[in-house]
C-alpha cells in the first residue's frame, strides 16, 4: 500500500513542484492549498505525513498544527516556511513537529526530509505492534491438561482470581507454580496492570531490600541513581514472589509491612510510597515446618496462606503427558523453524511410565532433546535412548522398594543422574528439568558437596 503524504501550502508553485518529486518517489499525495482545505482532507483521511506551511492566508499553521495534534499524536508533521526563524522553528518543534524545513529547498532536501519523517514513522508503528504483540503473549496464559487433579486446581483459580485475597501457591519444583500466578492474574481485575515477577532464591540478601522497594541515589556503595523497586513497578497489578521461603527473617519483617501497610519506602529514603498490589507467593517448601523451625515468621504465613492452592506433581496427572509433549513439539518446532514432529505410541507410552521428579519442566527438557535427537518424522524408541530421556524400566534408581520419604526417593534419583553423568551438574540439571542452582542448593541440603 502506498504511503500518503497530504501538503498543505498557499504557494501553488511549491505544491506542484512537491507533489511533483514525492509522485515520482510513488507517495500517494494530496495538495492542500488552504488550512481550511487541509482540515478537511485530514478529517476524512489518514495520512503518513504532513507538509505543512507555516503561514497560510486562512489558518496561523502553527493554530493548525496545535488542532492537528489534537486529532492525532502520531502521524509525523514537517513544518514549510519562508520565515524560519529559530523562535518559530523551536515553537513549531514544542507543539509537536518533527521536523523543518526552510525555503527555498532542492528536491534532494525535500526527499531526505520525507524519508527520514516516513521511516521514523514506519519504526513507531512497528513498535506499537511489537509492543502489542508481547503484551498479548505476556497476558495469554496456556495451562496444558485436562487431568482431574488439574482440572480441580483450575477451578480454584477461577474462584480465587476475582477477589484481591493474597495466595500461596505450594508444590514441587517444575509443576508451574510461576504459571498458575500467571494465570491468577491474567483472571483478575488487576489483569491490565503488570504482572512482576521476583525470584526470591536468586537474590542476594543484602540487594533483596533494594530488589523490592527500591533506593535512592547514595543509600549505599554502587548506587549511583535512583532506582524503582519491584513493589512500584507493580502497583495496580500483581507482584509475584517466587521461592518467598528463601528470604531471611529481617526481610520477612519489612515484607510483612508492606503487605499489610501497603506502603513502603526506598532505601535510604523516609518518604512514604503507597502502593496497590495484590500479593502471590509460591514455594517449594512446607512453610508450616519453617515456622516451627523458627525459620519463616509466623505472621507473615498467615498473611500469605490466606488461600492456599497446590500444583499437583506429574506423576498425579500422567494423563496429561501426550498432550503436553505434544504442546512442547508445536513450540519447539516454531522457535526452530522445524517440521512438527510425531511420536510413536510405544514412545509415549513409556514417557507416561516414569515418574517425572523434575516434573513438567523435566518433561520439556527431555521433549526438546527428543526433537534434536530425532532422526526422522516419528519420535522412536531407538530416539529415546539416544537423547538419554530417562524413563522406567531397568534403570535401578528408578525402583525403590519399601515406603521410602519422597524426599529420599528424589535424593536417590538425582545422585543416580550424576552418576549418570560423571558428576556434570550442568549436564544432571538438564536431565532432571532443573536450573543448576536448584540442583546445588539440593545437593547443600543433603551435605553432599563433591561425587
Known amino acids: 500500500m502506498k504511503e500518503r503524504i497530504i501538503i498543505a501550502d498557499d504557494d501553488h508553485a511549491i505544491v506542484d513542484g512537491c507533489n511533483q518529486v514525492l509522485s515520482k518517489l510513488g507517495y500517494e499525495v494530496t495538495c492542500a492549498y488552504s488550512g481550511l482545505e487541509a482540515l478537511e482532507f485530514l478529517e476524512k483521511y489518514e495520512y503518513d505525513l504532513v507538509l505543512l506551511d507555516l503561514k497560510l492566508p486562512d489558518i496561523n499553521g502553527l493554530d493548525l498544527l496545535r488542532e492537528l495534534r489534537k486529532r492525532d499524536s502520531v502521524v509525523p508533521v514537517v513544518m514549510i516556511t519562508a520565515y524560519g526563524t529559530i523562535q518559530n522553528a523551536v515553537e513549531a518543534m514544542r507543539l509537536g513537529a518533527d521536523d ?11 526527499r531526505l526530509v520525507v524519508r527520514r519523517s516516513l521511516r521514523a514513522r514506519r519504526l513507531a508503528k512497528e513498535n506499537l505492534y511489537l509492543k502489542e504483540e508481547l503484551r498479548k503473549k505476556e497476558g495469554s496464559v496456556e495451562v496444558i491438561g485436562t487431568s482431574r487433579a488439574l482440572s480441580s486446581l483450575l477451578k480454584q483459580v477461577e474462584r480465587v482470581a476475582p477477589l484481591d485475597t493474597t495466595v500461596l501457591i505450594t508444590g514441587e519444583s517444575g509443576t508451574g507454580k510461576g504459571l498458575i500466578a ?8 488487576r489483569s491490565g496492570f503488570p504482572f512482576v515477577s521476583v525470584d526470591c532464591s536468586t537474590l542476594v540478601p543484602s540487594l533483596f531490600e533494594s530488589e523490592l522497594f527500591g533506593h535512592v541515589k547514595g543509600a549505599f556503595t554502587g548506587a549511583t541513581t535512583h532506582k524503582i523497586g519491584k513493589f512500584e513497578m507493580a502497583d495496580g497489578g500483581t507482584l509475584f514472589l517466587d521461592e518467598i521461603a528463601n528470604i531471611n527473617l529481617e526481610l520477612q519483617a519489612k515484607l510483612l509491612k508492606a503487605v499489610e501497610e501497603k506502603e513502603i519506602s526506598r532505601v535510604g529514603s523516609q518518604r512514604i510510597t503507597k502502593v496497590d498490589v495484590r500479593i502471590v507467593a509460591a514455594t517449594n517448601r512446607d512453610l508450616q515446618k519453617a515456622v516451627s523451625k ?18 499437583p506433581p506429574l506423576r498425579e496427572r500422567k494423563e496429561d503427558i501426550p498432550l503436553l509433549v505434544e504442546h512442547f513439539l508445536k513450540r519447539f518446532a516454531f522457535n526452530h523453524g522445524r517440521k512438527l514432529l510425531k511420536v510413536a505410541p510405544e514412545v509415549l507410552a513409556r514417557l507416561k511410565e516414569y515418574e517425572w521428579p523434575g516434573n513438567v519442566r523435566e518433561l520439556e527438557n527431555a521433549v526438546e532433546r527428543l526433537a534434536i535427537f530425532a532422526q526422522d518424522d516419528v519420535i522412536t524408541l531407538e530416539d529415546l535412548a539416544m537423547a538419554r530421556v530417562p524413563q522406567a524400566g531397568p534403570a535401578p534408581r528408578l525402583h525403590y522398594s519399601g515406603k521410602l520419604p519422597l524426599e529420599e526417593v528424589e535424593k536417590a534419583h538425582i545422585l543416580g543422574v550424576l552418576k549418570d553423568t560423571n558428576g556434570n551438574r550442568t549436564e544432571a540439571a538438564k536431565i532432571l528439568g532443573i536450573d543448576r542452582k536448584t540442583l546445588r542448593l539440593k545437593l547443600q541440603k543433603w551435605g553432599i558437596h563433591e561425587l
Open 100 to 110: 523543518f524545513l526552510p525555503k527555498p529547498f532542492e528536491p534532494d532536501e525535500l
Open 182 to 189: 500467571r494465570k491468577i492474574h491474567q483472571l483478575s481485575r
Open 294 to 311: 523458627g525459620e519463616f515468621r509466623e505472621d507473615l504465613y498467615f498473611r500469605l496462606n490466606v488461600v492456599a492452592l497446590t500444583t
